[in-house]
């Protein structure tokens, strides 16, 4: 059977545990963060398309118009299908735009990194209109692993994605997270692209996701609660462990 000698350091560190308990818990709290498909899009015609123009160890992505961008030979028409997670049958039109959409980094193999630039959805040509959707990014990849189709996307780290939206569809599925990922499907790929890269053209279509925060924020009322429970640790482990102090420094005496 332990003495009060032996209690009493036992109960002391009852308070510290105690605090890093309730502390242990608000870091461990459920968060509200999740992923969730921002927008999908097909391209309209096949006469506009995705140009793959290279520059030495430079390759740029820029996109040109067709019929119905003839004001805007930088946008290409395209047809939104689907918004947040509302599917849209009948699609949508819009433009697409790159600016600066580029790369200098070195080809490995059919892989070529570092691209970075702004690709803009509007509801008119060259940026015009709402700002249905506009992605900055920088790090991806632009893979061409077959001799017709590839794709723009996050495949090698690091990789980072904001978005900006006036559409209230979309900034209500973004609800104030601004990160997220994208990935660009290119498809008809002309010439085909086999060894280095060379000047291209092809049709795209494209992904755009939310992902969840690597830094969550936790909810307002888990938060209460969690700090809630860490003074209530703490005055517990006080509660158990002055009488026991008192009891202790009465024996000694």
Not at 72 to 82: D, G, R, V, Y
């Amino acid at each position: 059977m332990r003495s009060a000698t032996n209690r009493v350091p036992v109960l002391a560190r009852l308070l510290p545990c105690a605090l890093a308990f309730g502390c242990a818990a608000l870091l461990g709290l459920p968060t509200t963060a999740s992923a969730g498909t921002i927008l999908n899009f097909g391209q309209q015609l096949s006469t506009s398309e995705v140009f793959g123009t290279v520059s030495g160890s430079t390759l740029t992505l820029d996109t040109r118009g067709g019929p119905l961008s003839p004001s805007s030979p930088t946008s290409i028409p395209i047809l939104i299908t689907q918004l947040g997670n509302l599917p849209i049958p009948a699609g949508v039109l819009a433009f697409e735009t790159f600016e600066g959409v580029t790369s200098a980094a070195a080809q490995v193999g059919s892989d070529k990194g570092g691209f970075s630039g702004t690709i803009i959805i509007s509801a008119g040509p060259g940026g015009t209109g709402q700002n249905i959707l506009t992605t900055t990014f920088a790090g991806g990849t632009l893979s061409l692993p077959s001799q017709g189709s590839g794709s723009l996307n996050d495949a090698q780290p690091p990789f980072s994605v904001s978005f900006t939206s006036a559409n209230p569809t979309i900034e209500a599925v973004l609800a104030g997270t601004t990160g997220g990922t994208f990935a660009l499907a290119l498809a008809n790929i002309s010439p085909p692209q086999i060894g280095t890269f060379t000047n291209f053209r092809a049709q795209s279509s494209g992904v755009f996701s939310t992902t969840a925060s690597a830094h969550p924020i936790p909810e307002p009322a888990s938060i209460a609660m969690a700090l809630w429970a860490v003074p209530l640790w703490a005055v517990l482990g006080m509660l158990g462990y002055r009488p026991l102090r008192h009891r202790y420094k009465s024996s000694k005496a």
